[in-house]
């Protein structure tokens, strides 16, 4: 399609979209009573209007049942729980069996390094991808410590090439070749935060398997983002956060996914809590861990009930929005015209003011574009949130805007680029 940097050509695009009737299911933020055009839900997705009755029908069943809430009312918290996974299955391509809400993003990949991450003398080592989220290389590094090894021999970053933004998968399965009798775990981001790349996790996961190494991935940028299939790519393990692309509020419930041919095995280790024990013998309270079977196994302690409403009220929109194929589509319409709107800018500026470090290839990215800005990043962004362009920063030089198809429309990026074109000018010009 020839894409037209007018305001005309996007409200056409809004006219033609289906989904555009769900940005009136969020709350914006405002600054100075008005509302921001929103592009960080890379970060922390906005708030459902109905989370407020969610939350207040959860406080009603603790103020009306209290502890008999727990197997009483139209949803006891017993079983709560089941109903996410109906719903969480089809956004990472996972049968319900293997996923489960739980706990928060890093203490699952803890939880999941515990069993998947069972390194031997010879077969020790971990590679990830270099410049990965921090709290990624803090557990990382502990868990091999953990293990007693030293990170600096376990752990095996690969960067992209000289000169070069992003990594090639050619480079990252030949590393996982070079490496192939001592690598245990294969532990990439689906997304990279900083970059935006959206790695080929199915390749890269054959590449681990082909070597004899666990598969397990971080999809907290991937999921509720991207299409991904993680039963059919045969992935071993993952987890995610739910409150970026997925909107479940700050702190929100974190998701782990286990392949079901991980369930029968009985010598993976795992920290056991009494809400993974089986279920109908849990309250049984017997002596000697059996777990449930599936991804429920993993759990440690009893549901968190409030942030798992606010998921799932969440989840319901995802499945009104007919799950992932939709919303993929228009995110990457939403996408390719944001980067052809910053082209628009650059060339009206004459120079190259604006480099996407993102892919160019929208099925090696996801919604985020990074955008590097040669000068006076900072002052620029900070330009853009007096405009009501609520992006994110990230240092030194980089301006993150993530379009999200479930409340941004195309008349949102004409007006960002509109705006990044003359808070340009003005702070360019100002000295
Ligand atoms: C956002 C993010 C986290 C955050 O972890 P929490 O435990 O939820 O605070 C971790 N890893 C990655 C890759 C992230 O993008």
Known sequence: ??????????????????????????????????????????????????????????????????????????????????????????????????????????????????????????????????????????????????????????????????????????????????????????????????????????????????????????????????????????????????????????????GIFVHQKHFGNAGLNRFAGWWGYQENKRFKMEKGFVAEAGADGWQISCTQVMPMALYHASLQIFEKAGFMVPLREKSIALTSYLEFVIGEVNKDLGFEQYKIITPKNPNARGAQLSIIAKEKGKQIFDGLVENHILGDWREPDVIRLSPIPLYNSFEDIYLTGQALLSVTKEVLNSN
Not at 49 to 75: I, S, T
Not at 153 to 181: H, M, Q, S, W, Y
Not at 194 to 209: L, P, S
Not at 214 to 238: R, T
Request: with cysteine; aromatic share 12%; proline share 5%.
């Open 1 to 254: 399609m020839n894409l037209e940097n007018n305001l005309a050509f996007a409200k056409a695009q809004d006219e033609a979209d289906e989904l555009k009737d769900f940005r009136n299911q969020f709350l914006f933020p405002k600054h100075n009573e008005k509302e921001f055009i929103y592009l960080c839900g890379n970060s922390l997705g906005l708030q459902p209007k109905v989370a407020r009755e969610v939350l207040g029908k959860q406080l009603d069943n603790w103020a009306n049942y209290a502890v008999e809430g727990w197997f009483d009312g139209d949803e006891p918290w017993m079983f709560y729980h089941k109903e996410l996974k109906k719903l969480m299955a089809p956004i990472v391509g996972a049968l319900p069996e293997e996923v489960c809400p739980m706990n928060t993003l890093t203490v699952n990949l803890h939880l999941l390094m515990v069993s998947f991450y069972q390194p031997e003398s010879r077969r020790f080592k971990i590679i990830m991808e270099g410049g990965a989220f921090p709290s990624d290389q803090y557990a990382i590094e502990s868990q091999v410590r953990f293990h007693g090894f030293d990170p600096k021999e376990a752990i095996i970053e690969v960067f992209p090439r000289d000169g070069e933004d992003i990594l090639r998968t050619e480079d990252i399965i030949a590393k996982i070749e070079e490496n192939a009798d001592e690598i245990a775990l294969v532990l990439f981001g689906g997304i990279n935060y900083y970059t935006g790349q959206w790695y080929d996790m199915q390749a890269i996961t054959k590449a681990g398997h082909d070597i004899g190494a666990i598969v397990g991935w971080d999809l907290a940028h991937a999921a509720g983002n991207v299409p991904v299939k993680l039963h059919h790519w045969d992935v071993d393990f993952a987890c995610w956060c739910s409150y970026k692309y997925q909107n479940s509020g700050p702190g929100g419930i974190s």
